[in-house]
């Protein structure tokens, strides 16, 4: 089976929609075409790993094998069941591989202990020092010795999860793996994916996935099922009413019963933990056909997808590697229909141009020497005018790094504001803690990655910067710098900065927009990130603020392509909580997992904007 944990609800890395498709077909087009073999390969250790495989009936040709490794079960398992979808997309279901689904280690019906994004160990000394790149490469081996009619050719792919799994089989790779497709790969869990933003813990999303992917197994099973029962609609309040965090470790709770969780817990610091599972340092001289995806509104692994591109393309010039990035939220790039997201119109289906102009074209070129692949380097949808674009490098190179800086009166301004002594001030609250979304929500609104922020702007905790209209269109590509000058009155505090596309008061509204719904004056977040500020300075060695002392603080937002168009304005907002989805930072210089009520403290947070003390977002303008 095609197993998708689709996240309307929930989290993190089990929103794997890579294959879960909605368009009609014949459900018996697997079962009618494809053999199902279940079988049990035994790794360099002796440990064995559950696969599943689908073999074409049709002998004649010979087929490569494209390949997922998943920690969330490649069931149904048993010869006599199939799956109704196999494969990336429905095309390249139709076109035959050999597709070949396998349980990692320790998870489900495969042996062995799972750890968190298991660690690369580059200089493997025995049989027994093991990793995600010798399974696969084993895998692999065993595969080609295996099953017949293969013409010796394998390609890898996944999502986020899975999509680590894909990097992994780069480092070291067995000489039959000709393409792999890492799509939103969680990548750096302490940097910017999943657990941790900059150091800032997300809270909600782990809490929830814990509770499932976190269950202790005593040996292979079928099904986890929970750590413990939870049935909240409104998570702003569960979270409040949970207190400190370390109030998950209660009874009711984790109770220290999920291995993962205590070591999230543990590590709050970027420690040889994380560093360990940083998997970019490992991704040199990678010369397979690489083809990374991800989309602009993953509430995931948006910086997975981006600096894995990176780390390929930094590690070796000579490199084969390209990057995808749309319109998505994460995974979406294979659902069967991407036409529309939240209050945007894209004017066209977009995951179905990935699926057969891109994904199935890379594929079908690399492992059967069908078609071509002339795509450019970077192929990213530029949101804000719907356009795709096509570039020879990512970022592009005729980009022009621009400041705008924060100045008085709530203006964001093209040139420095020249006036003395300015700052705005809010007062913190981490008892009333600023939403994330707008709105009573059960689970993770996905649509807070573009959602009308106006519900901030009028909160008192939260400054606002505002250009004048825009004259003409200013078109962004690549990653946003917020170079701030701060003080506190405590020790510490997360700063949260947003970048927002305040539309004009005439913006008709999209296409099928409820009934009700209003675009015009729309506040559009465009992109948004936070860093715990003890990190300022060093992810390893936090570093408390000095009460009321004037602080540079430098804070780097993922990557956007996006348009601001003629009679749009640009804003920027500033806060310091960003709840549920981050923890409440005590503002106290303190190990956060350690914290009781009584540290939850208020802090005056003052923002700087005058001569000597500049405030300003550097910004990656596209020249014509």
């Not at 690369?120 to 696969?136: A, G, H, L, R």
């Not at 994380?274 to 001289?285: E, M, V």
Request: net charge neutral.
């Amino acid at each position: 089976m095609q197993r998708i944990i689709l996240f309307a609800v929930t989290v993190l890395m089990t929103l794997t929609v890579h294959c879960q498709v909605t368009e009609k077909a014949d459900v018996n087009f697997v079962k009618d075409n494809f053999t199902k073999i279940d079988t049990m390969i035994r790794m360099r250790d002796g440990i064995k790993l559950y696969t599943v495989i689908y073999i074409p009936k049709d002998k004649s040709e010979k087929y490569p094998f494209l390949m997922e490794r998943t920690p969330y079960s490649s069931a149904p398992y048993g010869d006599s069941n199939y799956s109704k979808r196999i494969g990336p997309n429905p095309t390249l279901m139709k076109e035959k591989y050999i597709f070949v689904y396998q349980d990692v280690r320790g998870r489900y019906r495969s042996e062995g202990i799972n750890l968190e994004v298991t660690p690369i160990i580059p200089n493997k000394k025995n049989k027994n020092e093991v990793d995600e790149c010798s399974d696969t490469y084993d895998t692999v081996d065993w595969l080609l010795k295996n099953i017949s009619n293969n013409n010796g050719r394998v390609g890898v792919y996944g999502i986020s999860y899975p999509g680590f799994y894909a990097v992994t089989s780069l480092p070291g790779a067995h000489p039959a793996i000709k393409a792999v497709s890492p799509q939103a790969p969680v990548t750096d869990e302490f940097i910017g994916d999943d657990v941790n933003h900059r150091g800032a813990f997300f809270l909600m999303d782990n809490f929830n996935f814990m509770n499932y992917f976190g269950k202790e197994r005593t040996g292979p099973t079928e099904d986890y099922g929970s750590v413990f029962k939870m049935n909240s609609k409104d998570m702003y309040q569960f979270f409040l009413q949970l207190g400190p965090v370390k109030n998950s470790q209660s009874e009711k709770y984790f109770n220290n019963k999920t291995t993962i969780w205590n070591e999230y817990l543990l590590h709050d610091t970027y420690d040889d933990y994380w560093k360990a599972r940083n998997t970019r340092p490992h991704l040199k001289n990678i010369a397979i056909p690489t083809l990374v995806v991800g989309g602009w509104f993953d509430a995931e692994d948006l910086f997975g997808a981006l600096e894995t591109y990176k780390a390929i393309e930094n590690g070796n010039p000579a490199n084969n590697n390209r990057l995808v990035m749309g319109p998505w939220t994460h995974g979406a790039w294979e659902s069967s229909n991407w036409n529309q997201f939240a209050s945007y119109d894209f004017g066209s289906n977009t995951s179905k141009t990935f699926q057969d102009s891109l994904e199935t074209g890379f594929f079908n070129y690399y492992l059967k020497d069908k078609g071509n692949f002339n795509i450019g380097e970077a192929t990213v949808f530029e949101t804000g005018s719907n356009k795709w674009k096509s570039y020879t490098s990512w970022p592009p190179q005729n980009v022009q790094k621009v400041p705008v800086y924060l100045g008085a009166k709530q203006q964001l301004l093209f040139k420095k504001d020249a006036s003395v002594n300015g700052f705005d001030e809010y007062l913190s609250d981490p008892n009333k803690p600023v939403p994330y979304t707008n709105g009573i929500y059960g689970y993770r609104n996905n649509d807070y990655m573009v959602e009308d922020q106006r519900f901030a702007a009028v909160r008192p905790d939260v400054l606002v910067y505002e250009t004048d209209v825009l004259t003409e269109n200013v078109t962004l590509a690549g990653s946003i710098l917020a170079d701030l000058r701060v003080s506190i009155t405590g020790t510490d505090a997360d700063f949260v900065v947003k970048l927002i596309d305040v539309l004009p008061d005439n913006e008709p509204n999209f296409r099928n927009a409820p009934k009700g719904f209003q675009m015009a004056g729309y506040q559009r977040l465009v992109r948004a990130e936070v860093l715990r500020g003890k990190f300022r300075n060093s992810y390893e060695k936090p570093e408390p603020f000095e009460p009321g002392k004037i602080t540079s603080l430098q804070l780097e937002l993922n990557d956007v392509a996006h348009t601001f168009r003629k009679g749009h304005k640009m804003m920027i907002q500033v806060q310091s909580s960003w709840f549920p989805l981050v923890d409440r930072n005590p503002q106290k210089f303190i190990r956060i997992p350690d914290a009781t009520e009584n540290d939850f403290q208020k802090a005056t947070i003052r923002i700087y904007h005058d001569a000597q003390n500049e405030s300003k977002i550097v910004l990656p303008v596209l020249l014509d």
